[in-house]
Structures are given as structure tokens and as C-alpha cells.
């Protein structure tokens, strides 16, 4: 069964401070995998999408990694801020053309405290 | 930044009744996307619509929802008789589409539906 998990299911950090966040999917075919942001109340915004031959990807102060070996993959957010809180959704795509099939997580919800 | 956008922001209404969901999707996409979020679950995918006809949909997706393209901007979403358990966020999406790439969605800022 085509499954996303992530973890924590919750985070509370400091401003400042780094935290990662993991994605593990048992989802085939595999066709790439994203990260989003969803603000409460509002719609996910996508932070980065890898393919299976790449590792890692940043963007800002946002770096992804994927291994498509073990199925796992993270999201690094480094000096956090206010804004970063949010719960983020690590989304499987499944299959290619027109029978692509998006595989939801259910988020990690960050709190940044000052 | 072109964005896309959904009508109304909360809709509340009877069970029984139905509902007419509003996006405009951004301007130059081909793909465009039904998802809900009911409160605390993950977000799930309804139905997507490519080239004027539905590409593929969920289980989710029955008989009570049709997706519609009445113009070229508009996409909708119809519940046709509304169930306590479509209260939810509903998201609409676009996306280019051209290639594994650059198949990123945009998301709106959802529509909380209410049944009661």
C-alpha cells in the first residue's frame, strides 16, 4: 500500500535554532517527492521537489535529501524564524503522465518560539 | 507573482443542498486540481482535469461531484447534495504540467465548507 509517514508529528524550537524533519514512504512506482509548507488556513506552498537521482536540494535556508534506497527522506531548516511556523507535508508523486498520484503525508507542524 | 484563487473563502450550508466551489486557476496552466483537507487529516486528493475532461479522480470522487471548465479561466467544483462529511478545505491547484520538472502545483487559499 502506498503510504507516507513523517516525524515528528510535532516540533517546538527557538528561534534560531536548526531542525530536521523526516519522510519515510513505501510508495511504487516512485516518480519524486516534494516538500510543502502549509500555513494554518491556507493552502501548501512547495518548498523543493527531487527526482529519484537527486540527493539533496535547497532552497534558501530549506535543503531536502533524498535516498531513494531507503526510502527516507529529510527536510533541514537552518536558522529558524517566526515565520517558519507551519506544518510541512512531505508528498510522494506515484506513476507518470496522466496517472500520476500524489501521496500525502500527514505534515510535521513546526512552532518557532522567540 | 500570478496566484491562483478560489470563491467564497467559507461557504456555509444544509445538508441536502448544493454547492458550486470557484477557482481561477493561474492564466498559462493546463492542469487543474480538486483536493480536501477535512480538520487534523491529510490533505486528499479529489479529481484532476486536464484538456477540458477529468484525467483521473479518487475514490472520494462520486457520483455527487462534477468538476467543470464553464469558461477560460474558470474551474469548478459541485457537490450536488451536501453530506455532514464534505465538511472540509477544499484546495484547487494548477499546474503547467510540461514535465516531471515542472509539474509543481499552485495551490488557492482553500474554501472551508460547513455542512450542517
Known amino acids: 500500500k502506498n503510504q507516507v509517514e513523517q516525524s515528528p508529528q510535532s516540533l517546538i524550537i527557538l528561534e534560531g535554532k536548526n531542525c530536521t524533519l523526516q519522510?519515510?514512504?513505501?510508495?511504487?512506482?516512485?516518480?519524486?517527492l516534494r516538500w510543502y509548507k502549509q500555513d494554518t488556513g491556507r493552502g501548501p506552498v512547495s518548498l523543493t521537489i527531487?527526482?529519484?537521482s537527486e540527493n539533496t536540494k535547497s532552497n534558501g535556508r530549506y535543503t531536502a535529501t533524498l535516498d531513494a534506497d531507503t526510502k527516507q527522506s529529510s527536510l533541514h531548516i537552518t536558522a529558524s524564524q517566526l515565520s517558519d511556523s507551519a506544518s510541512y507535508i512531505c508528498v510522494v508523486t506515484s506513476g507518470a503522465g496522466n496517472n500520476r498520484k500524489l501521496i500525502w503525508g500527514l505534515g510535521t507542524s513546526l512552532a518557532v518560539n522567540p | 507573482e500570478p496566484e491562483v484563487t478560489q470563491t467564497p473563502s467559507h461557504q456555509v450550508t444544509q445538508m441536502g443542498q448544493e454547492v458550486i466551489l470557484r477557482c481561477v486557476p493561474i492564466s498559462n496552466h493546463l492542469y487543474f486540481y480538486w483536493y480536501r483537507q477535512i480538520l487534523g487529516q491529510k490533505v486528499e486528493f479529489l479529481v484532476s482535469?486536464?484538456?477540458?475532461?477529468?484525467?483521473?479522480k479518487s475514490e472520494i470522487f462520486d457520483d455527487q461531484f462534477s468538476v467543470e471548465r464553464p469558461d477560460g479561466s474558470n474551474f469548478t467544483l459541485k457537490i450536488r447534495s451536501t453530506k455532514l462529511e464534505d465538511s472540509a478545505m477544499y484546495f484547487c491547484?494548477?499546474?503547467?504540467?510540461?514535465?516531471?520538472?515542472?509539474?509543481?502545483?499552485?495551490f488557492g487559499p482553500g474554501t472551508r465548507l460547513l455542512v450542517l
Open positions: 482535469f486536464y484538456n477540458n475532461e477529468i484525467s483521473e
Open positions: 491547484a494548477s499546474s503547467s504540467g510540461t514535465s516531471v520538472f515542472s509539474e509543481t502545483q499552485y
Open positions: 527531487m527526482t529519484f
Open positions: 519522510c519515510n514512504y513505501t510508495v511504487s512506482p516512485f516518480s519524486n
